[in-house]
């Protein structure tokens, strides 16, 4: 009896831990902008959660994946990131995506003198 209460409190864990999609944590290798997340809320919007230790703003691509009945999408966005800045960058309606985070990747970043859009 002590066994199958134990088997059902990890299933019960597992499943509470279910909208957690294939996370990466940062690693020392990462370059001066880290992903930190891809964030689907509640109201289905998708953005990027990043970290930039960059002196510089910079010009990236960042892939985001994302859960829709059943089937892992994917977008990618081309996002102008503050220095130091931490938070979240880019914005798509994912039209009714699962909520909660998602894997993705830093793509391509570049130094850029354009002024990055003031943070949400």
Known sequence: MKTRHALAIIALTVSLHADVFALNPPSDSDGPVRLLNCVVSEKGILEAEVDSQSEDAMSCNIRCNFNLEGQ????????????HFNGRVGRFDTSGAKAGNYSGEVG????????????R
């Not at 892992?72 to 220095?83: G, N, Q």
């Not at 391509?108 to 943070?119: H, N, Q, S, V």
């Open 108 to 119: 391509d970043c570049k130094k850029t003198e354009a002024r990055a859009p003031e943070p």
């Open 72 to 83: 892992t999408f994917t977008r990618w966005f081309e996002v102008t990131i503050p220095a």
